[in-house]
């Protein structure tokens, strides 16, 4: 039988891999090797070779979806969340997209991470209070990773 919510499915790929690593997959095509840099699918090709050094040793893949989104690259986003799939089965993949909007806009947000993308899990961001968090709530074998405290310095 297979795990079928999102904690479920995270336990299973941390026992399988005897790991709590979640490889955060954020490019910035400027720091790319230089014989990277100036190839069409240069963000795809870099997050396979990390996904293919990291794959037995990670639960968890975290791209974060501006770092994409920013350079008009949602399709090798597409393509790494496929290529997890393929090379790293059960791990799993959280989107962190951050998002906080009202309702009728986090219901899009909601559709895009899971549904467009098929991650496991989103990140939002709480601020707009319960009806922003519904939308993805509705997905009752997702993950929702609510943010209650950053890292970044400002948030200190």
Excluded: W
């Excluded at 795990?3 to 941390?14: I, N, P, V």
């Excluded at 790293?88 to 997209?97: E, K």
């Excluded at 509705?138 to 948030?155: F, I, P, Q």
């Amino acid at each position: 039988m297979s795990a079928s919510t999102f904690l479920q499915r995270l336990d299973a790929a941390m026992t399988s891999t005897q790991s709590l690593v979640c490889v955060g997959l954020d490019p910035e095509v400027e720091k790319f090797p230089v014989h990277l840099r100036q190839r069409p699918q240069a963000i795809l090709e870099f997050n396979r070779a990390i996904i293919d050094a990291t794959a037995d040793l990670a639960c968890a893949y975290k791209p974060q979806i501006a770092h994409y989104a920013a350079v008009g690259a949602e399709d090798q986003l597409l393509e790494t969340i496929r290529y997890i799939r393929h090379g790293a089965p059960g791990i799993q993949v959280i989107l962190d997209s951050k998002r906080g909007d009202i309702g009728s806009t986090a219901e899009k947000y909601a559709r895009e991470a899971f549904e467009r993308y098929g991650a496991d899990a989103v990140t939002i961001n709480p601020y707009l209070g319960r009806d922003s968090a519904e939308p993805f709530l509705e997905y009752a074998d997702k993950g929702v990773v609510v943010l209650c405290r950053t890292s970044n310095a400002g948030a200190r």
